[in-house]
């Protein structure tokens, strides 16, 4: 695998417009608590986009992160077809977003992380994928 061609990915990616490193993302620290069956988790955020996206995902002690729904400035809720959702929501209100899980049981206990865009969502053996790989070697 040339060098140069990686050294040119890396380049191009960190002249993006979204590489400034001007944008955070904060999460309270400590459980979310249940109300009725319902909890809401919350993040805020800072970023000099006019139109954020934003992403939640959940981890399973001893799974890996699992995709649960974007929630655009404009636009609509998209969620994954894994996440209920009746169940799973979520409220962009400002410099925060807010995870609502209704209905909450036990097989809901978790992390929690959002993200804010730019950000890689789906299939994450895509993420360890050997670019230069002419048989398509998933790298682990």
């Known amino acids: ?14 002249s993006s417009p979204e590489c400034k490193g001007e944008d955070t993302v904060t999460q309270p620290e400590g459980d979310a608590s249940v109300f009725k069956g319902h909890a809401t988790i919350n993040c805020t955020f800072k970023t ?7 992403f939640w995902y959940r ?8 995709y649960i729904l974007l929630k655009a400035k404009y636009g609509d809720t998209v969620h994954s077809p894994d996440f209920d959702k009746s169940r ?14 209704q209905d909450v049981s036990v097989s809901d206990s ?5 993200a804010l865009q730019p950000t890689v969502t789906g299939n994450t053996k895509t ?4 670019l230069c790989s002419k048989d398509n070697t998933i790298l682990h």
């Open 88 to 101: 799973f929501d979520a409220d962009l209100k400002e410099n925060s977003v807010y995870l609502q899980i």
């Open 127 to 130: 993420l360890n994928k050997n």
């Open 59 to 66: 981890q399973k002690t001893g799974d890996s992160l699992q």
């Open 48 to 54: 000099s986009s006019n139109s954020p996206t934003l």
């Open 110 to 114: 978790a992390v929690y992380y959002c």
């Open 1 to 14: 695998c040339p060098k140069i061609r990686e050294c040119a990915l890396v380049v191009l990616l960190c």
